[in-house]
């Protein structure tokens, strides 16, 4: 079995493992214990990917700009609104410094950036990178910490909800059907 991007992207940096969020408590199990290199891989890794499965077309941006190969994912393209303060609340969660969080969230846009490309092909458009991350939204929510309040800061609080951390057989079939509704005609 493939392994998800979350591990990939964790496996490529050599990084800690993470855990999933129980949806009951709406926390981490055993978050006290992490070191803050644990709680800024736990923060950072589902972020980066959930901001680049929200990447929107901006109307004023000409469309080729997106569909283009060659341009890379950058902070302001993965998080267009409040990404300071995105920064700000992993670097709380985490217990780390706010230049420690934002050169460690750039790290992990670089490395999850490689690891899709290296799925799809160089040539790939930012779109086609989105749409690739899109299919593994409902696995990045069971690792995103809600502390971080980052489906608010995006500009979306229903990505905060902790239904979609749920699993079981009900939850597996309405995540399999939310995937195949968010993705891209």
Same mark, same amino acid.
């Given at each position: 079995?493939?392994?998800?991007? *979350?591990?990939? *992207?964790?496996?490529?940096?050599?990084?800690?493992?993470?855990?999933?969020?129980?949806?009951?408590?709406? &926390?981490?199990?055993? *978050?006290?214990? +992490?070191? @803050?290199?644990?709680?800024? #891989? &736990?923060?950072?890794?589902?972020?980066?990917?959930?901001?680049?499965?929200?990447?929107? *077309?901006?109307? !004023?941006?000409?469309?080729?700009?997106? !569909?283009?190969?060659? =341009?890379?994912?950058?902070?302001?393209?993965?998080?267009?609104? !409040? $990404?300071? &303060?995105?920064?700000?609340?992993?670097?709380? +969660?985490?217990?780390?410094?706010?230049?420690?969080? =934002?050169?460690?969230?750039?790290?992990?846009?670089?490395?999850?950036?490689?690891?899709?490309?290296?799925?799809?092909?160089?040539?790939?458009? @930012?779109?086609?990178? =989105?749409?690739?991350?899109?299919?593994?939204?409902?696995?990045?929510?069971? $690792?995103?910490?809600?502390?971080?309040?980052?489906?608010?800061?995006?500009?979306?609080?229903?990505?905060?909800?902790? #239904?979609?951390?749920?699993?079981?057989?009900?939850? !597996?079939?309405?995540?399999?059907?939310?995937?195949?509704?968010?993705?891209?005609?």
């Amino acid at each position: 079995m493939k392994d998800s991007l *979350i591990q990939q *992207i964790i496996a490529e940096l050599a990084l800690p493992e993470i855990s999933k969020v129980d949806p009951n408590l709406q &926390q981490v199990p055993d *978050i006290e214990d +992490y070191t @803050i290199l644990q709680k800024l #891989t &736990q923060a950072s890794v589902p972020a980066v990917l959930l901001g680049i499965a929200n990447i929107t *077309i901006d109307e !004023n941006e000409e469309p080729e700009k997106h !569909n283009a190969a060659g =341009r890379s994912l950058d902070m302001q393209l993965i998080f267009p609104q !409040n $990404y300071n &303060q995105i920064v700000d609340s992993v670097a709380e +969660y985490a217990g780390a410094s706010v230049q420690e969080a =934002r050169s460690f969230l750039e790290q992990i846009a670089a490395t999850a950036e490689s690891v899709v490309l290296e799925h799809l092909g160089t040539d790939a458009s @930012i779109l086609q990178m =989105r749409d690739h991350v899109i299919g593994e939204k409902h696995k990045i929510f069971f $690792y995103l910490p809600p502390q971080l309040h980052i489906g608010a800061l995006m500009g979306d609080p229903s990505q905060d909800d902790r #239904t979609k951390k749920m699993e079981g057989p009900f939850s !597996n079939i309405v995540h399999k059907i939310e995937d195949s509704l968010s993705k891209p005609e």
